[in-house]
Nanobody, 123 residues
């Protein structure tokens, strides 16, 4: 499965963006999906994940209440709504397919990583 992330850009603090992740095949509908991010000079970190039925989501503490993950299995799409953005949210955001039906926080539980989309939040 190939994943294509898009929707990044430059936004002022407090602003919003909506990231999209398009999958090349329908097989993602049976897998959990996740978003990770990597800031300059830092390791890639977990952001959010969603189960294949979209009945379960999980977020890292720093984005709870600001970011929302969702998916549309009919369109092979996963989304990440970013609200009330902060400069510390600046990073390249990656989507990935979980090897499980649920979304996981662990980097090692994912395969088929997308190429990433850059989010830059100015203060």
């Amino acid at each position: 499965v190939q994943l294509q992330a898009s929707g990044g850009g430059l936004v002022q603090a407090g602003g919003s963006l909506r990231l999209s992740c398009a999958a090349s095949r329908r097989t993602v509908s049976n897998n959990g999906m996740g978003w990770f991010r990597q800031a300059p000079g830092k390791e890639r970190e977990f952001v959010a994940a969603i189960s294949w039925r979209a009945d379960s989501t999980v977020y890292t503490d720093s984005v709870k209440g600001r970011f929302t993950i969702s998916r549309d299995n009919a369109k092979n799409m996963v989304f990440l709504q970013l609200n009330r953005l902060k400069p510390e949210d600046t990073a390249v955001y990656y989507c990935a397919q979980s090897i499980f039906s649920y979304g996981s926080r662990r980097h090692s539980d994912y395969r088929s990583w997308g190429q990433g989309t850059l989010v830059t939040v100015s203060s």
